[in-house]
Structures are given as structure tokens and as C-alpha cells.
């Protein structure tokens, strides 16, 4: 399978190297000194206790490549439609794309690139960080869940379990995706949220009485939404599963607290800010999650506005 994986970070490239060993894999992103360490020295991936090396084709752009059967978006969400606006050359009317970042409703960016039946959603339950140019240390090892939102009709969600399982993934392929991606969803849009605003780890949520208050609220106002969507949603069960996070990862750092830290942009608009989208389409007030979300953007732009804390 031609397979492109757009975004040279710690994801894309386990995905991308792994997936190389059985497949025609271009590992894509726009930092022209992590492409040049790759094609020089391979992409290095610690795992199992040992230094693997892969080499996947890494390109800085892909002008003058084929058609990809499959187009695998690894980069932040912020950053999804420009870096498919770089690489619509490679996406002809038989590609797929595919999307297994944070949040939900990437599938409306993807929808501007290609039809609902060619465009796959999910959740990588693997995790990994960078160590330095083309070298990842890959973390948790778990379930690929893939799904779409429409029917399968040309059956090529097997076709991409068996390219991915031959590599190392153990893929899962759901009828109902969006289940699965607003599980996960609860706690980004709660834990993840509150702890970017307040700056603090993930244990401090739990330990303090306003912290957990907001939490919760933001839970409930989530839920509503998911009851309305027709998604399966118990309240007390996802406040008791949020809850064991903070107890058990009390030094854990969420993506929000951690780009804000380092003054980056956040992926907001596409975990508290997906909620905010599908409560407008179902008719549901959610007054917390639009303060919250404002409220990110407000600690993104203090550093063009010389305030410093």
C-alpha cells in the first residue's frame, strides 16, 4: 500500500516507520533538518528495550509523488488544513484520508479535501515522545480503533487492519467511531482543559475544591451534548473515571498546560471547542466550555501582547 504520513513528530513517526516494513511509506513534514537526519542516519525508535532503526522515504514536500492509497494526518489539528492544502497533489479521487489526532470533528477538515466515504477517523491508544531529530522514545504500545462515518462500501477498513497489523499495530475497526473518540474526549475536554488554564499538573484537579467543581461542570455540559448526538454517556461513571486519572497520574502534564507553558498554540478548538461546535448543532447551552475555550486562546496571545506572569 502507498501509504503518506504527513507530520514528523513522536506519532508519525512510530506509525510511519513501522508501517514502512511492509508498505511504500513517505514520512512528510516541513522541517527540513528532521527529514535530513532521517534520510542520513534512519529514523531511530526505543522500544522493547532496544534501538530500531527504519527507513521510511522522508521528503520535505511531496511534489512530483503518485497518488497515495492512504494519507495519514499525524500533525496538530491546528495545522491540519494547511498541511493537506501542501500535499492535495498526492490525494486523487481513490484516496483515503485518515485522521488519528486529538479531539474530534477533524472529519470536517478532511471533508474539504475528499468525499465522507474516503475520509477514516480514530484513536491510537500509543503514545511516544521525542528525544531529538528522528529519534522517538515510543511509550504505551496499544489498539489502533479506526471506523468511518459512513458505510464501508469498498471494504478498505480490512485492507488497512491487515497493511497495519503486519507492522507491528493491532488495529480495531468500529461501527460506531464517534463513541470511541468522545470516550476519550471527557477527559481532554475536562482534565486536559482546566489544567492548561491553571497551569498545574493533573493531580491538582482532584486536590482542590474549584478545580474539580469546574471539572465536573464541564463534564456534565459534555455529556448533554453526547446524549443529544445519540452517543452513550454515563455522567457519574466518565466523573469517576476523570477522577481516577488525577488520582493515579498526580504528576502527569496535559498537551494544553504543556503548549501553553512553551507559549505554542494549543489544539483547543478541537477537543473543548468540538464540543462547542456539536452543542450548536444540537441546540445545547454550554456557557463553560466557551469560557474555557476563549479563555486558552486569551493565555495563547499574552505573549504578542508583553504580559508576562
Known amino acids: 500500500m502507498k501509504i503518506a504520513v504527513i507530520g514528523a513528530g513522536a506519532m508519525g513517526s512510530i506509525y510511519g516507520g513501522h508501517l514502512s516494513l511492509s508498505n511504500e511509506v513517505y514520512l512528510i513534514d516541513t522541517n527540513g533538518d528532521i527529514i535530513n537526519h532521517i534520510n542520513e542516519n534512519g529514523l531511530v525508535l526505543e522500544e522493547d528495550g532496544k534501538s530500531n532503526v527504519y527507513r521510511p522515504k522522508a521528503v520535505t514536500n511531496s511534489d512530483r509523488f503518485p497518488k497515495m492509497d492512504l494519507v495519514i494526518l499525524f500533525v496538530k489539528s491546528l495545522y491540519s488544513k494547511v498541511a493537506l492544502t501542501g500535499n492535495k497533489d498526492i490525494i486523487g479521487k481513490d484516496t483515503y484520508l485518515m485522521t488519528l489526532q486529538n479531539g474530534s470533528g477533524h472529519e470536517d477538515i478532511l471533508g474539504e479535501f ?3 466515504e474516503h ?46 497489523d503486519c ?7 468500529h461501527g460506531n467511531i464517534q463513541q470511541l473518540i468522545w470516550n476519550k474526549l471527557f477527559t481532554n475536554v475536562s482534565l486536559s482543559v482546566v ?20 471539572t465536573k461542570t464541564l463534564i456534565h455540559e459534555a455529556v448533554e451534548v453526547a446524549n443529544k448526538l445519540g452517543l452513550e454517556a454515563n455522567e457519574d461513571k466518565i466523573i469517576r473515571d476523570v477522577e481516577n486519572v488525577s488520582i493515579m497520574s498526580p504528576e502527569g502534564v496535559t498537551s494544553i498546560c504543556a503548549d501553553l507553558r512553551a507559549g505554542r498554540k494549543t489544539e483547543v478548538d478541537n477537543i473543548s471547542g468540538s464540543v462547542v461546535k456539536a452543542a450548536a448543532k444540537v441546540g445545547v447551552e454550554v456557557p463553560t466550555h466557551n469560557f474555557v475555550v476563549n479563555m486558552v486562546h486569551a493565555m495563547e496571545c499574552k505573549e504578542n501582547r508583553g504580559v508576562t506572569i
Open 114 to 116: 475528499t468525499d465522507a
Open 195 to 214: 489544567t492548561g488554564i491553571l497551569q498545574v499538573k493533573i493531580g491538582y484537579i482532584r486536590n482542590n475544591e474549584y478545580a474539580w467543581n469546574m
Open 119 to 164: 475520509i477514516i477517523i480514530g484513536t491510537t491508544e500509543d503514545n511516544g515522545a521525542v528525544l531529538g531529530a528522528g529519534h522517538i522514545r515510543r511509550g504505551g504500545v496499544g489498539n489502533t480503533n479506526i471506523g468511518m462515518l459512513v458505510e464501508d462500501k469498498n471494504a478498505f477498513l480490512p485492507k488497512v487492519k491487515d497493511a497495519f
Open 167 to 173: 507492522c507491528g499495530f493491532n488495529v480495531k475497526i
